[in-house]
């Protein structure tokens, strides 16, 4: 499953956002190992991409936390700090219910449709038997859903950042999380919620959701 945001899947993609998006996947989800050098010259044949492009999305990358550059030595993925958990926390248990009850307000806003769509597709008996990849893809593609719907740029900037953080974070014990399918399960109420406008309760689902988040990471740690 894609987890383009929703706010720009409709709009032509330039080749820096392409490379960006396409890494920063990689990188979220652990499929660029944590510590692992990021070689320019292979990236740019598996992406078909020129160098300057993908220089651009590395920088962009480097801003969100993902990569890190020294001088002489090149670029890596950055480590993945479970001990900033608390901190990542403590901002999403403000901003996430913040986006759900604009989003609600705005009853999903410019896309709306996208938030039926996800809404009907979660209702799919074969969701039921996401594996653990799958699972985490449909949280975080809700979740940016959730920040576009919001109708505020700067705070869907700064929570994909959290989210991505958190998300590395959660891919690191996802395994050792018996209660997974029933954290994704609770998005059909949040979407519900957010497409009958009801601002409150979007918010209340969206806060515990993240409380639980933390919770279960910390009971494998």
Known sequence: MSITPASV?????SLADRAFLQLQ?????????????????????ELQLGRTPLREALKRLESEHLVVTYSRRGTFATT???TALSEI???REVLEPLAAQLAAERRGGGVRSQLEELRDRLANPENERL??????RWDVRIHRAIY????NSHLQATLERYS???TRIWCVVADRIP???????????????????????????MRTHVRDFETQIRQVL
């Open 148 to 151: 576009a719907a919001a109708g």
């Open 89 to 91: 926390s403590q901002v």
């Open 179 to 205: 209660e997974l399918q029933e954290h994704i399960t609770v998005h059909s109420a949040l979407l519900t919620a957010v497409l009958e406008g009801e601002a409150d309760e979007a918010a209340g689902i």
């Open 9 to 13: 899947q409709d709009e032509p993609l």
């Open 131 to 136: 594996d653990r990849d799958e699972a985490l």
């Open 80 to 82: 993945v700090d479970i």
């Open 164 to 166: 991505n953080l958190a």
């Open 25 to 45: 996947d990689r990188l979220i989800f652990l499929d660029i190992p944590p510590g692992a050098p990021l070689n320019e010259g292979r990236l740019s044949q």
